[in-house]
């Protein structure tokens, strides 16, 4: 689909030649209670979906080819609906990848899945909005699509024009596909378990900046501290209730993820937070633990 489409036919060859490329990569999840799609990642057995697909350790895997295996769960971020599968095999047609934060309003987007038991069902829409134009009430990122999904397509790939993986599809809200933006596959796969994870101490969620803070921060949102957990990092930081995140480890946070992903790449040692308390600028020192040390 990336050459130039002039008639509705070229349009209809194109999408079915990107989808004969990214079925093979398209995999059937089946966990008990139900199935689902999985995106192979990694020619070496890696398996993208979503949380809600492999709620447990483990899940069967059928690939397109029609061979059957075994999958663990090696890693999982419930807050973004992701999961990481694991089958022992090698060579396996793994999907392109591509950045959902380069996709523009009204770029074409493909889905495949297993809707209603259907295989390899692929349905065409377009990008509604950029990934950082947030809708007031959203929390996450998610790519936004005009894109028919059904049961069966959780966990399958979002892709763009060239067939590139932007997004795991995960739900159907207001009509329209969400999708998780494939470069938090991405991050979850650097992680590889929870417990590599940065770990702070606080419960979170994102806000809308004042317009001045939102000037002088440079950013539109921030993290709203509405609970800090006793002897944590975060409490022997100074933490408090009611603190506004704006940057960590000296770049801006403007999400969770943010936050998260800001901590975990600047690695050991103690990184400094931006913090804004009633409406004055200050900034902390807090020493990030990993979940592996919070468990142990």
């Known amino acids: 689909m990336a050459a130039v489409v002039t008639h509705l036919s070229d349009l209809g060859t194109a999408a079915s030649e990107v ?17 689902g799609a999985g995106t192979i990642w990694r020619a070496d057995g890696l398996i993208a979906t979503n949380h809600h697909v492999v709620p447990g350790d483990g899940a069967r895997v059928r690939l397109a080819d029609g ?40 770029e074409l987007v493909l889905a495949i899945g297993h809707p209603y038991g259907n295989r390899g069902s692929l349905t065409i829409g377009i990008v509604v909005a950029p990934l950082a134009d947030r809708l007031p009430e959203q929390t996450r990122e998610l790519v ?14 979002l892709a763009d024009a060239r067939g590139r993986v932007v997004g795991i ?31 702070i101490g606080i419960e979170a969620k994102e806000v809308e900046l004042p317009p001045a803070l939102a000037s002088a921060a440079g950013l539109a ?7 800090v957990r006793p002897d944590s990092p975060a409490e022997r930081a100074g933490v408090l209730l009611g603190d506004v995140l704006v940057s960590a480890a000296e770049r801006p946070v403007g999400s969770v993820d943010d936050l998260i992903e800001a901590l975990a ?30 468990a142990a």
């Not at 699509?145 to 959780?154: C, D, F, K, T, Y």
């Open 19 to 35: 989808a004969e490329r990214l079925r093979p990569s398209v995999v059937e999840i089946a966990n008990g209670h139900g199935h």
């Open 67 to 106: 061979r059957t295996f075994d999958a663990s769960t090696v890693a999982r971020d419930p807050a973004n609906d992701l999961a990481i599968l694991k089958v022992e095999a090698q060579g396996l047609p793994a999907a392109a990848g591509g950045d959902a934060r380069r996709l523009r309003a009204g």
């Open 144 to 157: 936004r699509a005009a894109v028919l999904l059904g049961p069966g397509n959780s966990g399958g790939p």
């Open 169 to 199: 599809n995960s739900m159907v809200a207001g009509g329209l596909a969400l999708a998780v933006p494939s470069h938090l596959v991405e991050r979850l796969l650097r992680w590889q378990s929870e417990a590599d994870r940065p770990w």
């Open 221 to 227: 949102r921030g993290v709203l501290v509405i609970g």
């Open 265 to 294: 790449a600047h690695g050991a040692g103690p990184a400094r937070l931006g913090v804004v308390r009633g409406g004055n600028a200050s900034e902390l020192w807090i020493a990030p633990e990993a979940m592996r040390q919070r």
